[in-house]
């Protein structure tokens, strides 16, 4: 049996990263003894059914040194006198000098109670994210003397410095990422590229039955989840609807929070299409489910922010395609690697509001090509993207036995 290992997270539980929730309870099905140590406390008012599910107990760090002083001074004086303590001292202060904020002093004291708040059992760290959670496990796993582990994704890959990228790599026991995009990027920087390995997150397809039901097409809807900041590049979706001819009926449904709503319902306000929209906010995966049910198009136009941060593979295409709707999206980072253009979805290069406009148009006036398109996406996702291959890999990293609970039966 497999000692216990401290997954550490930037906030959990969060609707935006479902991925992270179905991979710990799959990892707990394989038996994995998970203990979960959040950065910061929930914001989401609810949370998915697969929250519910996970059995591993959860401590909060505190998000701001200040917030708990005596917790953290308890911290320090206990951890000073541990043999790691100068090592992980002297390793937080050059990623000070390189890195001179306030967000690098609070990652070394989030280290420093989790280093003394651990439980002894625990055999390994695996931060959820390259940089701050990363930034936490590295200290804390010099301070303990425990080895530890990472999985990468999307922002924390695009916007973390090379510099501290490849001393992570360098120190921590393997690395996997959710797209071959982010792998060969990562590998580049590891001192072999063995230690980073392509894992697809993949979908639980347990939880995304197929739809049974046909899609009411009167009025064509058109979906789009996501949170509501740059790299989804959801102005340029607003820009593209407001361009189709005024004759082509359609209603618009975004779900997901995130910064830029508010001006984003002014553009749809601006350029007169706000009658069209819904903007549902964030909904747990229930009521997302359904709604990927009743869409006859899903659209993502995933772009590369200024600050470099872009999607990997975006989870709600997998669930978009799993349930049949045909998918429109953009050319960026791993998406690619899931739609295969004019095969099982479409593509239009980020930054196009004209292209993305034709390619809905088109598919709007089409129910024959999206229907096609949405079968054919369906059909790779189930052969393709399964989440029980990504979790067998995982298993097996862990120590576990990677044959899955049905397998074993």
């Known amino acids: 049996m497999a000692a216990p290992v401290a997954f550490i997270l930037k906030g959990y539980p969060r609707l935006s990263e479902t991925f992270i929730a179905q991979e710990i309870r799959a990892l707990e099905q394989r038996g994995l003894d998970i203990r979960i140590f959040s950065m910061r406390h929930p914001t989401d008012r609810a949370v998915h059914p697969v929250h519910l599910e996970i059995t591993a107990p959860v401590s909060y760090l505190p998000e701001y040194l200040h917030d708990a002083p005596l917790r953290v001074w308890r911290a320090w004086r206990a951890m000073r006198r541990r043999p790691g303590y100068r090592a992980a001292r002297k390793i937080f202060l050059a990623d000070l000098r390189r890195d001179p904020t306030p967000n690098r002093i609070r990652r070394f004291g989030q280290a420093l109670v ?10 390994a760290l695996h ?14 796993a010099i301070l303990t003397g425990l080895p530890w582990t990472c999985s990468a994704h999307a922002k924390d890959i695009w916007t973390t410095p090379e510099w501290e990228k490849r001393e992570k790599l360098a120190a921590m026991a393997w690395l996997v990422t959710c797209t071959d995009a982010g792998r060969a990027h990562l590998a580049a920087l590891a001192p072999s590229h063995e230690k980073v390995e392509l894992v697809y997150h993949g979908l639980d397809l347990a939880r995304f039955a197929s739809a049974t039901t046909p899609r009411a097409t009167a009025t064509p809807m058109i979906l789009s989840v996501g949170r509501a900041v740059e790299k989804k590049g959801f102005d340029d979706l607003l820009a593209a609807l407001a361009a ?27 350029s007169g299409i706000a009658a069209h929209i819904e903007w549902r906010g964030a909904l747990p995966q229930d009521e997302v ?37 045909a998918c429109i999206s953009t050319d960026v980072s791993g998406i690619p690697e899931l739609i295969l253009d004019r095969e099982t979805g479409v593509l239009v290069p980020p930054h196009d509001p004209s292209a993305l406009a034709r390619a809905i148009e088109t598919l709007l006036a089409d129910p024959d090509a999206r229907a096609r398109l949405g079968a054919a996406g369906q059909a790779r996702v189930i052969e393709k993207f399964s989440h029980a291959v990504g979790i067998d890999v995982l298993a097996a990293k862990f120590g576990m036995s990677c044959a899955s609970p049905s397998t074993r039966r």
């Not at 997901?256 to 319902?265: F, I, Q």
Request: aromatic share 6%.
């Open 244 to 270: 189709l001819p005024p004759a082509l009926g359609w209603r618009f449904i975004h779900v997901g929070g995130g910064p830029l709503l508010p001006a984003l319902k002014r553009q749809a306000t601006q």
């Open 289 to 325: 489910l359904r709604l990927y049910r009743e869409a006859d198009l899903f659209v993502l136009p995933s772009r590369v922010a200024g600050d470099g941060d872009r999607d990997g593979l975006p989870n709600v295409l997998m669930e978009a395609q799993s349930q049949g709707v």
């Open 127 to 140: 931060a959820h994210f390259l940089h701050t959670p990363a930034s936490v496990a590295r200290y804390a």
């Open 114 to 123: 989790l280093a003394h708040e651990l439980p002894q059992e625990i055999g």
